[in-house]
């Protein structure tokens, strides 16, 4: 079968998951306590997969997927299984056949307070869930964190202060659209961050696959 | 001369100041790129995203230093962008590298500083293959303090002042201060601008 990039993660549950922002914050601090600093250029997701305790079946099936990357020459979609669904329907799933899908998005002037339509009457956002943005190719991702809640009005309006902000090379995307589920960002591997395959005698094996996000033009 | 807005230093007070930076060479097809993601409009000209965040701390300086030299390094660079950037012989074309102050959230572009007016001296690309491998695009630019044509260090002459008024000799003894032999204390004689170096 062709595959198709960006690629899909492992259907193997990661064990060990870190998935955050990669921030480059210069900060000084004088005699007086006063801090001043500046942050240098995008904050970009991070994220760590660790894979533990794999059969040899498995682990050699990781190792065909992450050769499959060819170093950091293709691109797959790094996501964050907590994060797949807003907390709020995680255990129940969208109400009312919603796709997860919004109709439509705007942003204010800091792109960081994001208006979605077309959701579901009454559904919550909270701090923390993550809201996802693809072009019409599903080929470019991006992420946003939600950073300070807001539950879908009557009519299916919800506004959500988010971090980082929706860029505008992001809003600029052919036939971008704002979703809800599994969202996740378009990501290279870091290849000196994810060693082989490490197998034990018992037969377990443990994988970590490292990778850092990029925002296609 | 800087002249940065009052809200861009009350922000940057509050270390709530987000910097990118972009560099223009002005060759027959002018590059423009900054460092974060798609176009940006700076100065009514647009410059392309190349997500090079190392790009902004290109500059050291030093007050008081007239013609430092300046190595602009983009590593991290997508290797498909670099063809296009050494296409053409770009040995003496203009640069201009500046500083973008953004808000905090780094969407809103609130002040431009040029921060380095100088042209291109070499261009240097470094592929390092590996694990730890890397594409590296080294420019290593001139100042525009640095004259034109002109290496070296060069004092100012009592010739010179001679020039700007035919009968001021002022600088005639500073001219020859550095070649005067200097005999200290038994140790080996050495011309003033190196024993007092």
């Known amino acids: ?217 | 001369m800087r002249d940065i807005s009052s809200t861009v230093i009350d922000l940057l007070d509050e270390g709530r100041v987000v910097l990118h930076a972009a560099y223009k060479v002005e060759a027959a097809t002018t590059q423009r790129v900054w460092s974060g993601y798609g176009n940006l409009t700076v100065l009514g000209e647009t410059y392309t995203g190349i997500g090079a965040t190392n790009l902004v701390c290109a500059i050291t300086s030093e007050v008081g230093q007239a013609a430092n030299p300046v190595t602009l390094s983009l590593s991290g660079v997508d290797p498909q962008w670099i063809p296009s950037a050494i296409e053409e012989d770009l040995r003496g074309k203009i640069v201009s590298i500046y500083t973008l102050y953004f808000d905090e959230d780094g969407t809103s572009l609130l002040d431009t500083e040029l921060e380095f007016h100088g042209t291109v001296d070499q261009v240097i690309t470094a592929f390092v293959p590996g694990e730890e491998g890397s594409a590296d695009l080294n420019f290593n630019l001139e100042s525009e303090a640095r004259g034109s044509q002109r290496s070296g260090g060069r004092l100012a002459a009592g010739q010179d002042q001679r020039l700007i008024g035919s009968t001021d000799g002022s600088m005639d003894a500073i001219s020859v201060a550095p070649d005067i032999v200097l005999y200290w204390d038994g140790a080996e004689p050495k011309r003033a601008a190196v024993a007092l170096k």
Request: hydrophobic share 40%.
């Open chain 1, 1 to 217: 079968m062709t595959i198709t990039y960006p690629r899909d993660l492992p259907s193997f549950l990661a064990s060990r998951i870190k998935f955050d922002i990669s921030r480059n914050d210069l900060t000084a601090r004088d005699g007086t306590g006063r801090r001043s600093g500046v942050s240098l250029g995008t904050p970009l997701w991070r994220a760590e997969y660790d894979f533990e305790a794999l059969t040899d079946q498995q682990a050699i099936a990781i190792s065909a997927w992450v050769n499959s990357l060819k170093g950091a020459a293709q691109t797959f979609i790094a996501s964050d299984p907590r994060r797949w669904f807003p907390a709020s329907v995680r255990l129940t799933g969208f109400p009312g056949g919603f796709t997860g899908t919004a109709s439509s998005y705007s942003v204010d002037g800091t792109k960081t307070v994001l208006t979605l339509n077309g959701l579901p009457a009454g559904l919550v956002l909270a701090a923390g869930d993550l809201v996802g943005f693809l072009d019409s190719t599903f080929a470019k991702r991006h992420c946003v964190e939600v950073i300070e809640g807001g539950t879908a009005s009557g009519g299916g309006v919800a506004v959500v202060t988010v971090n980082p902000a929706v860029w505008a090379a992001v809003s600029a995307w052919s036939g971008v659209a704002a979703h809800l589920n599994k969202p996740g960002f378009t990501a290279r591997l870091v290849t000196s961050e994810s060693p082989p395959v490490e197998s034990s005698p018992e037969g377990r094996a443990t994988r970590r696959i490292s990778c850092i996000q990029t925002i296609p033009a």
